[in-house]
């Protein structure tokens, strides 16, 4: 239904129709309303689509001003202006006064693409996941965002969302039922568990179909929301398929694999391996480049659920009776 | 004005005054000079010029306050008690664990507290969105926020500036509160402002220098210039005192920022301002 169709798109549309309904709800922009997608609110909305300027910490303030006064604002930039730029505004004006504002932060991680480093947020999940009382949501695909926007306008309080904005293979089709608080399983498995977010699931799928081949019955969830995390989505995977992968488009420190591996090491220790950028920063290249350079294509994550499991039937558990070195980090 | 409303309003400032310095006395520690410099300009918004209702602290259409230098927590606590937004008994719990009244601004902890400040810059940014709900909703309320002269050192002070100006905010009322001191020094010895008015006329503001920022009827008929703004937000920039009506704060200039107070101290304070 949304081949082909940009997720910004998608999610201006949706937002166009939530303001048209619901005048509580405000769009602000800072000098990127055409790169996400909502400069013709404006003429829609006059009063409630309005631009503060190249001025994100000034945004995120008259956000959560807005909020006091009874409205429900999304702000939106780049991911790393949208996060660790201003982190403190998104810290105090809006989380710590628990105001209602929902945070857009465009071009996550690899998917800056041609604007390179500077524009590559490797660590907006580990700064947003850090802030009490914030939610993370990346959605998949254009039939999740859809569902997704009137229940980010439903929940009462700061949401963070890390929205690609291209166009993505569909994932989900129109029967899909929603939950902002529950992980998604997209294909059920018994030898190990992908849980995968953001344009890592498309990449999870295929490996999926790869380790099938290789008589690996993989199990795949998607993990739209980081925090809080589906803690029992992630227990119950992992209890049955005693072997886990994570795959994100972030640094595997503060992301994703961390929200994980911290259910896991507290609940259920099992096998981890991370599949995502190691720990440095962007650079300029198209997407495709950098998933292979960084090692996040399909190969990769079957590479890294076959080592898991074999870990698994040589019985080493890693924790207490390894009798070699982990190699996982 | 009218003599007796300025006497009162005199009055008022004195009990704030004693107020506010009684509950940082009793715990012993806080930010005295930045409390007492404000405490006029509090007791002409909160007794004279404000549509509020401590009984409805909630009520559609009011007038709004910021305290964007967070900081003066305490001298808002004391007017928002003697309003009786909270029992006065409440100002001993100041900055005590479990208080509903932190040393700095919380709008969930407590009743009568507009916005949350704390992190300098943000609260004037806050009344700024804030001014834009009230035009969006066409509500004709008010916004009032203070701002410290060291706090308009921080980028998104001027960030926020030019979009109030920019969003013909004329609903926006902005004090700065200056003092000429910050925390490790003179402003004008760290960075300083001048000439501020300009800066703030060159922002797109019509700007009001009131020369005695504790004189009452000087600080009210600045704000009844700035509430006739056809297009533009105001900025009254009230020359104070930081520690001002207390002797031993006023006497310890630079330090007096967030200073210890002794027992003897928090009673011949309250002796002077009796």
């Given at each position: 239904m949304?081949?082909?169709?940009e997720m910004?798109?998608?999610f201006?549309?949706e937002?166009?129709?939530i303001?048209?309904r619901?005048?509580?709800?405000?769009?602000?922009d800072?000098?990127?309303?055409r790169?996400?997608?909502?400069?013709?609110?404006?003429q829609?909305f006059?009063?409630?689509?309005?631009?503060?300027?190249?001025a994100?910490q000034?945004?995120?303030?008259?956000?959560?001003g807005?909020?006091?006064?009874?409205?429900i604002?999304?702000i939106?930039?780049?991911?790393?202006?949208?996060?660790r730029?201003i982190?403190?505004q998104?810290a105090?004006?809006?989380t710590?006064?628990?105001?209602?504002?929902?945070i857009?932060?465009?071009?996550?991680g690899?998917?800056?693409?041609?604007?390179?480093?500077t524009?590559?947020?490797?660590?907006?999940?580990?700064v947003?996941?850090?802030?009490?009382?914030?939610v993370?949501?990346?959605?998949?695909d254009?039939?999740?965002?859809?569902?997704?926007?009137?229940?980010i306008?439903?929940y009462?309080?700061?949401i963070?969302?890390?929205?690609?904005?291209?166009?993505?293979?569909?994932?989900?089709?129109?029967?899909y039922?929603?939950d902002l608080?529950?992980a998604?399983?997209?294909?059920?498995?018994t030898?190990v568990?992908?849980?995968a977010?953001?344009?890592?699931?498309?990449?999870?799928?295929?490996?999926?179909?790869?380790?099938r081949?290789?008589?690996?019955n993989?199990?795949?969830?998607?993990?739209?929301?980081?925090?809080?995390?589906?803690?029992?989505?992630v227990?119950?995977?992992?209890?049955?398929?005693g072997?886990?992968?994570?795959?994100?488009?972030?640094?595997?420190?503060?992301?994703?694999?961390?929200?994980?591996?911290?259910i896991?090491?507290e609940?259920f220790?099992?096998?981890?391996k991370?599949?995502?950028v190691?720990d440095?920063?962007?650079?300029?290249?198209?997407?495709?480049?950098?998933l292979?350079?960084y090692?996040?294509?399909?190969?990769?994550?079957?590479?890294?659920?076959?080592?898991?499991?074999?870990r698994k039937t040589?019985?080493?558990?890693?924790?207490?009776?390894s009798?070699?070195p982990?190699?996982?980090? | 004005m009218?003599?007796n409303?300025?006497?009162?309003?005199v009055?008022?400032?004195?009990?704030?005054?004693r107020?506010?310095?009684?509950s940082?006395?009793?715990?012993?520690v806080?930010?005295?000079?930045?409390?007492?410099?404000?405490?006029?300009?509090?007791?002409?918004?909160?007794?004279?010029?404000m549509?509020?209702?401590?009984?409805?602290?909630?009520?559609?259409?009011?007038d709004?306050?910021?305290m964007?230098k967070?900081?003066?927590?305490?001298a808002l606590?004391?007017?928002l008690?003697?309003?009786?937004y909270?029992?006065?008994?409440?100002l001993?719990?100041?900055?005590?664990?479990?208080?509903?009244?932190?040393s700095?601004?919380?709008?969930?902890r407590?009743?009568?507290?507009?916005?949350?400040?704390?992190?300098?810059g943000?609260g004037?940014?806050?009344a700024?969105?804030?001014?834009?709900?009230?035009?969006?909703?066409?509500d004709?309320?008010?916004i009032y926020?203070?701002?410290g002269d060291?706090?308009?050192?921080?980028?998104?002070i001027?960030?926020?500036?030019?979009?109030?100006?920019?969003?013909?905010l004329?609903?926006?009322i902005?004090f700065t509160?200056?003092n000429?001191?910050?925390?490790?020094?003179?402003i004008?010895?760290?960075?300083?402002?001048?000439?501020?008015?300009?800066k703030?006329?060159?922002?797109?503001?019509?700007v009001?220098?009131v020369?005695?920022?504790?004189?009452?009827?000087?600080?009210?008929?600045?704000?009844?210039k700035?509430?006739?703004s056809?297009a533009?937000?105001?900025?009254?920039?009230l020359?104070?005192?930081?520690?001002?009506?207390?002797?031993?704060?006023?006497a310890?200039?630079?330090?007096?920022?967030?200073?210890?107070?002794?027992?003897?101290q928090?009673?011949?304070?309250?002796?002077?301002?009796?």
């Open positions: 949304y081949e082909n169709v910004r798109q998608v201006s549309n937002l166009g129709k303001m048209e619901d005048e509580r709800v405000v769009c602000i800072a000098d990127l309303a790169a996400q997608g909502t400069l013709g609110l404006r829609q006059p009063d409630r689509a309005f631009d503060v300027g190249v994100e000034n945004m995120a303030s008259v956000a959560a807005l909020a006091a006064y009874g409205f604002p999304f939106g930039s780049f991911t790393p202006f949208a996060t730029r982190c403190d998104v105090i004006s809006i710590y006064a628990k105001r209602n504002v929902k857009v932060g465009l071009d996550p690899i998917s800056a693409e041609l604007n390179g480093g524009h590559m947020s490797m660590e907006d999940i580990g947003m996941r850090s802030i009490p009382g914030m993370i949501f990346e959605p998949v254009c039939m999740q965002l859809v569902k997704a926007m009137p229940e306008v439903r009462d309080g700061p963070y969302i890390r929205l690609f904005r291209k166009a993505v293979p569909a994932i989900f089709h129109e029967d039922q929603f608080f529950k998604d399983l997209i294909k059920a498995g030898d568990s992908i849980f977010s953001g344009i890592m699931v498309s990449q999870a799928v295929s490996a999926c179909e790869i380790l081949g290789k008589g690996i993989a199990e795949l969830i998607n993990i739209h929301t980081i925090k809080p995390i589906d803690r029992k989505a227990i119950e995977s992992a209890r049955k398929t072997a886990v992968v994570t795959c994100e488009n972030h640094n595997i420190i503060g992301g994703l694999n961390s929200a994980v591996c911290e896991l090491a609940d220790p099992v096998h981890v991370a599949v995502g190691k440095h920063f962007g650079e300029v290249a198209k997407i495709d480049y950098l292979a350079k090692k996040m294509t399909p190969g990769d994550i079957v590479d890294a659920a076959v080592e898991c499991i074999n040589r019985g080493q558990s890693g924790f207490c009776s009798s070699e982990s190699s996982n980090h | 009218k003599e409303e300025i006497a009162f309003l009055d008022k400032s004195k009990h704030i005054r107020l506010t310095i009684d940082i006395g009793k715990l012993g806080g930010h005295v000079g930045g409390c007492l410099s404000i405490v006029e300009a509090l007791v002409v918004l909160y007794y004279k010029e549509n509020i209702n401590p009984q409805k602290p909630d009520m559609a259409g009011r709004r306050f910021v964007s967070g900081h003066a927590g305490p606590y004391a007017v008690a003697d309003k009786g909270f029992e006065a008994c409440l001993d719990t100041l900055n005590r664990p479990e208080t509903t009244l932190p700095h601004c919380d709008m969930i407590t009743k009568g507290i507009d916005m949350t400040a704390g992190s300098l943000q004037f940014s806050c700024v969105g804030m001014a834009k709900g009230s035009k969006i909703k066409g004709n309320s008010r926020t203070v701002v060291g706090e308009s050192q921080e980028g998104q001027w960030e926020a500036a030019m979009f109030a100006a920019q969003q013909k004329n609903n926006l902005g509160d200056y000429k001191f910050q925390l490790d020094g003179g004008s010895e760290i960075v300083g402002l001048e000439p501020l008015d300009m703030w006329k060159a922002f797109g503001w019509d009001i220098v020369q005695d920022g504790h004189d009452v009827k000087e600080i009210a008929e600045a704000i009844g700035a509430r006739q056809e533009k937000p105001t900025m009254i920039i020359n104070t005192i930081k520690g001002k009506g207390v002797s031993f704060a006023e310890a200039g630079v330090t007096n920022h967030n200073m210890p107070v002794t027992e003897e928090r009673i011949q304070a309250l002796k002077e301002l009796a």
